[in-house]
């Protein structure tokens, strides 16, 4: 994007090494129109390809950002990616979360866009 454009809501900002199998596993299901045999409409969840372990990590995380509010962060929480990392390891609600979380999520934060991002560890490669 143009310097000083702003992202859209909703943007999922991935690192540069995610793979293409990566990705498809973040598309792998879809909401479909289903009849049911009295012939009522109703959505379900379909699941037209095999694997879907990265669109299940992207929702723990995205529940794990809930969980610590990231939503209401100030713009300068946002500003200093650093010190909110830090911040998960003083504060006592953050800090309770990292305890547990640490042992199946890394945060990290891209060197190239500066935004601090929830990891699973089993994605993360050093």
Known sequence: MAEG???????VHLPD????DWLKQMVAE????????RGFARLEWE???ERNEALDCRLYTRSDAW????DRWSEARWIDPEATKAS??????????SEWMALIMKIEVDP??????????QFYVE
Do not use: C, D, H, N
């Open 112 to 121: 190239k866009t500066q935004f601090l991002y929830l990891l699973p560890k």
């Open 30 to 37: 879809e909401l479909v129109t289903v009849r049911t045999k």
């Open 67 to 70: 969980i610590v509010a990231a």
């Open 17 to 20: 090494w995610v793979e293409s």
């Open 88 to 97: 998960f390891l003083t504060s006592p609600v953050e800090g309770s979360w």
């Open 47 to 49: 699941k037209p390809r």
């Open 5 to 11: 454009v702003q992202y859209p809501p909703g943007t």
